[in-house]
């Protein structure tokens, strides 16, 4: 399929897990680079793998749960998030597990991806700030001339 | 699998009544894989389960969400009730307007919801199979039996050959409902007379080209055989001469849970009340070259009650949901879903109410649904001969699911090639004013349906009784257990700390709770991130 994506993740009605609705909120009143897409991925898990198979970049956005409870933007990968998925496949299986089986079950090569994180409380500031993150990754490596900032309403 | 684990003394009033019981576990095991909205809690004497609860442990609300809503509104929400099963849900909601609004969908708007069920149909059972069924052959407790290598090569969580292929080929099937629906899960294309999308002929060549490979997978995988030689099987004969036939089929995910199937007794596992309801599925075109296995029936899966064989018409009259055991405002006996209510209460009275689900009852008894009721509503031969002998058990209606893809497969086939590019996909309908509607049909893993009301264009009235309420139902008015507690009693537990047995059983309804909370987390368990 091609692109640069941004998956955001969650339950908008859940507070602690409505961080990557709000980004998609957000990024959804911004003027998106050109070869951006924007995707809302809701809780689908598993299923998002097609967004991710063939895409030319990737960022995932979604609440993290912290033991520290700070607040604010953290991007990890998923290299990093492997020792997050559960043990085993579940209707509830989300982010972590897709992440996890990635390597595995693209079909085409595995694209670049990252993971922005809100912890804690997902006020505006931050929501902003993971907005900004998620633009500055996806447009890595892109060419000049596709780059740009955005421009929000 | 972990569980919780209450040790008792022996029971002073079974001594009195001349039964002596050694050793008593209570167990509560959340059953994480099957789905972690689903706790499992089981009494076990001398190894046995003597009873059990099942406890669906988040409220739903959906159709609260609904009432004041416009009359489409549910066309857009119901399906977000599952991820798994959202196309059935988009079928049901937008039958239930069809009866409203008067309206009947043309025959390829029917084939098109067909296919899109279908497909959802076909690429749960395979992922329900390789990822959630076969993952316990390769649990710790087989580690000594000779079958444990093999099911840990192939369906080891994340890395299994056979798990790791069931994804990328399910994702590749996923793609025909994205097609025709614009996207998955979670689709709103279909409405009351009929979709909303008129695929082109690439679409539908693209369709069908996804369709083969698919087939060509799980003929190579999961069954080492054509369809055509599968559908030579019509007996228990037929069956076993099929895993002696070739090393192909002993070799196949089917023929590696047949063997270990009867290593591991899943033939007397899980035996339950043996009531199976379908409510019928996949309403057949008058011009479609499929036939309905039962004369006179317009239906791929006709309706039918079934006490075992003995069959009876389906009335949908006679579906009541009860609450005496559940999270709800009491009222007495059970009520019709079009009289039904939503109103949470969560009791101080432990033990009495101990589920989110409610309980729904068929004619007054507790009912199973899934593919097993499905295939013997459609007259299948081998399970016909199945359930006579050895019966209504884990085994059979495992193999239920993991062989309804090849009944749905040429199905599939051929309404794709009866759609023609310009098909007419959508008739107008009376405006939805005011109505009563009713939308039944088969879901992935059985019988679902909706009662809607609509009033002044708003929906006064909503109530979705799922099939995993039907199977994973708490007792009922009459303290009568839902399907899954009953099959769970009798079940062995060789080992109260990996219960494993209860995963067998419970496993083979294939269940599905609702699933709406989760978050990425950093700092506990094994890794540095958890969820």
Same mark, same amino acid.
């Given at each position: 399929?091609?692109?640069?994506?941004?998956?955001?993740?969650?339950?908008?009605?859940?507070?602690? =897990?409505?961080?990557?609705?709000?980004?998609?909120?957000?990024?959804? /009143?911004?003027?998106?680079?050109?070869?951006?897409?924007?995707?809302?991925?809701?809780?689908?898990?598993?299923?998002?793998?097609?967004?991710?198979?063939?895409?030319?970049?990737?960022?995932?956005?979604?609440?993290?749960?912290?033991?520290?409870?700070?607040?604010?933007?953290?991007?990890?990968?998923?290299?990093?998030?492997?020792?997050?998925?559960?043990?085993?496949?579940?209707?509830?299986?989300?982010?972590?597990?897709?992440?996890?089986?990635?390597?595995?079950?693209?079909?085409?090569?595995?694209?670049?991806?990252?993971?922005?994180?809100?912890?804690?409380?997902?006020?505006?500031?931050?929501?902003?700030?993971?907005?900004?993150?998620?633009?500055?990754?996806?447009? $890595?490596?892109?060419?000049?001339?596709?780059?740009?900032?955005?421009?929000?309403? | 699998?972990?569980?919780?684990?209450?040790?008792?003394?022996?029971?002073?009033?079974?001594?009195?009544?001349?039964?002596?019981?050694?050793?008593?576990?209570?167990?509560?095991?959340?059953?994480?894989?099957?789905?972690?909205?689903?706790?499992?809690?089981? *009494?076990?004497?001398?190894?046995?389960?003597?009873?059990?609860?099942?406890?669906?442990?988040?409220? /739903?609300?959906?159709?609260?969400?609904?009432?004041?809503?416009?009359?489409?509104?549910?066309?857009?929400?119901?399906?977000?009730?599952?991820?798994?099963?959202?196309?059935?849900?988009?079928?049901?909601?937008?039958?239930?307007?069809?009866?409203?609004?008067?309206?009947?969908?043309?025959?390829?708007?029917?084939?098109?919801?067909?296919?899109?069920?279908?497909?959802?149909?076909?690429?749960?059972?395979?992922?329900?199979?390789?990822?959630?069924?076969?993952?316990?052959?390769?649990?710790?407790?087989?580690?000594?039996?000779?079958?444990?290598?093999?099911?840990?090569?192939?369906?080891?969580?994340?890395?299994?050959?056979?798990?790791?292929?069931?994804?990328?080929?399910?994702?590749?099937?996923?793609?025909?409902?994205?097609?025709?629906?614009?996207?998955? %899960?979670?689709?709103?294309?279909?409405?009351?007379?009929?979709?909303?999308?008129?695929?082109?002929?690439?679409?539908?060549?693209?369709?069908?080209?996804?369709?083969?490979?698919?087939?060509?997978?799980?003929?190579?995988?999961?069954?080492?055989? %054509?369809?055509?030689?599968?559908?030579?099987?019509?007996?228990?004969?037929?069956? =076993?001469?099929?895993?002696?036939?070739?090393?192909?089929?002993?070799?196949?995910?089917?023929?590696?849970?047949? $063997?270990?199937?009867?290593?591991?007794?899943?033939? *007397?596992?899980?035996?339950?009340?043996?009531?199976?309801?379908?409510?019928?599925?996949?309403?057949?075109?008058?011009?479609?070259?499929?036939?309905?296995?039962?004369?006179?029936?317009?239906?791929?899966?006709?309706?039918?009650?079934?006490?075992?064989?003995?069959?009876?018409?389906?009335? $949908?009259?006679?579906?009541?949901?009860?609450?005496?055991?559940?999270?709800?405002?009491?009222?007495?006996?059970?009520?019709?879903?079009?009289?039904?209510?939503?109103?949470?209460?969560?009791?101080?009275?432990?033990?009495?109410?101990?589920?989110?689900?409610?309980?729904?009852?068929? =004619?007054?008894? %507790?009912?199973?649904?899934?593919?097993?009721?499905?295939?013997?509503?459609?007259?299948?031969?081998?399970?016909?001969?199945?359930?006579?002998?050895?019966?209504?058990?884990?085994?059979?209606?495992?193999?239920?699911?993991?062989?309804?893809?090849?009944?749905?497969?040429?199905?599939?086939?051929?309404?794709?090639?009866?759609?023609?590019?310009?098909?007419?996909?959508?008739?107008?309908?009376?405006?939805?004013?005011?109505?009563?509607?009713?939308?039944?049909?088969?879901?992935?893993?059985?019988?679902?349906?909706?009662?809607?009301?609509?009033?002044?264009?708003?929906?006064?009235?909503?109530?979705?009784?799922?099939?995993?309420?039907?199977?994973?139902?708490?007792?009922?008015?009459?303290?009568?257990?839902?399907?899954?507690?009953?099959?769970?009693?009798?079940?062995?537990?060789?080992?109260?700390?990996?219960?494993?047995?209860?995963?067998?059983?419970?496993?083979?309804?294939?269940?599905?709770?609702?699933?709406?909370?989760?978050?990425?987390?950093?700092?506990?368990?094994?890794?540095?991130?958890?969820?």
């Amino acid at each position: 399929m091609g692109g640069r994506r941004i998956i955001c993740v969650g339950n908008r009605y859940v507070p602690r =897990d409505a961080a990557g609705p709000h980004v998609l909120e957000h990024l959804a /009143r911004c003027e998106l680079p050109e070869g951006v897409e924007l995707i809302d991925g809701g809780l689908a898990g598993l299923d998002l793998l097609r967004f991710v198979d063939g895409a030319e970049r990737v960022v995932f956005v979604d609440a993290l749960d912290t033991e520290d409870q700070a607040a604010g933007v953290q991007v990890t990968s998923p290299a990093e998030l492997s020792g997050a998925a559960p043990p085993a496949y579940g209707h509830g299986a989300g982010l972590a597990y897709l992440l996890a089986v990635l390597p595995e079950v693209c079909d085409r090569p595995l694209p670049p991806v990252h993971v922005v994180g809100v912890a804690g409380p997902a006020g505006a500031r931050v929501i902003r700030d993971a907005a900004d993150t998620a633009l500055r990754l996806v447009q $890595q490596s892109a060419p000049a001339a596709r780059r740009s900032s955005p421009g929000c309403g | 699998m972990s569980s919780s684990l209450t040790t008792t003394a022996a029971d002073p009033e079974a001594h009195l009544a001349g039964k002596v019981v050694r050793e008593r576990h209570t167990l509560n095991v959340p059953l994480n894989r099957v789905e972690g909205d689903l706790a499992i809690r089981v *009494q076990i004497e001398d190894g046995v389960v003597v009873d059990a609860w099942s406890c669906g442990t988040m409220f /739903r609300g959906i159709e609260n969400i609904l009432i004041g809503r416009g009359a489409l509104d549910g066309l857009v929400i119901t399906p977000r009730v599952c991820g798994i099963c959202s196309t059935a849900h988009l079928v049901a909601a937008a039958r239930a307007l069809n009866a409203i609004s008067r309206v009947e969908p043309p025959p390829d708007a029917v084939r098109i919801q067909n296919v899109a069920l279908a497909v959802e149909m076909v690429q749960s059972d395979v992922r329900q199979t390789m990822l959630m069924y076969l993952p316990d052959f390769a649990n710790p407790a087989y580690e000594s039996r000779p079958f444990h290598e093999t099911a840990v090569h192939r369906y080891a969580p994340m890395k299994g050959s056979s798990a790791i292929e069931s994804i990328r080929w399910s994702k590749r099937l996923l793609e025909i409902v994205a097609i025709l629906g614009g996207q998955w %899960p979670h689709s709103s294309y279909m409405v009351p007379g009929g979709v909303v999308t008129v695929p082109s002929a690439a679409d539908l060549l693209q369709c069908r080209s996804l369709l083969a490979g698919f087939r060509r997978w799980y003929e190579r995988q999961v069954l080492g055989c %054509p369809l055509e030689r599968w559908h030579q099987v019509r007996s228990r004969a037929d069956l =076993d001469s099929w895993l002696e036939e070739r090393p192909a089929h002993r070799e196949s995910d089917l023929g590696f849970f047949l $063997q270990v199937a009867r290593v591991l007794g899943l033939e *007397q596992l899980g035996r339950g009340h043996a009531n199976l309801l379908c409510v019928g599925g996949f309403p057949l075109p008058p011009d479609c070259a499929v036939p309905c296995p039962r004369p006179g029936g317009a239906e791929l899966m006709p309706p039918g009650f079934y006490r075992r064989l003995e069959q009876a018409p389906f009335d $949908q009259t006679r579906v009541e949901e009860h609450v005496k055991h559940s999270w709800y405002v009491d009222y007495p006996g059970g009520r019709h879903p079009s009289a039904g209510e939503t109103r949470p209460y969560a009791s101080g009275d432990e033990g009495g109410k101990y589920s989110w689900a409610k309980a729904p009852r068929y =004619d007054g008894q %507790p009912a199973e649904t899934g593919p097993l009721a499905e295939l013997l509503s459609m007259r299948d031969p081998l399970t016909l001969e199945l359930v006579a002998e050895p019966g209504v058990t884990a085994f059979t209606r495992q193999l239920a699911r993991l062989t309804r893809p090849a009944v749905l497969l040429p199905v599939l086939e051929t309404w794709l090639a009866e759609i023609p590019p310009d098909a007419t996909c959508y008739v107008p309908g009376a405006r939805l004013e005011t109505g009563v509607g009713i939308g039944l049909t088969e879901a992935t893993r059985g019988a679902l349906g909706h009662w809607v009301e609509i009033a002044h264009g708003r929906i006064v009235s909503y109530q979705i009784v799922t099939p995993t309420a039907w199977n994973g139902s708490p007792r009922d008015a009459s303290d009568v257990r839902g399907p899954w507690e009953e099959a769970l009693v009798g079940t062995p537990v060789g080992n109260p700390a990996n219960p494993v047995e209860l995963g067998h059983v419970v496993r083979s309804f294939d269940p599905c709770l609702v699933c709406t909370v989760h978050a990425l987390g950093k700092g506990r368990g094994a890794g540095p991130w958890t969820l």
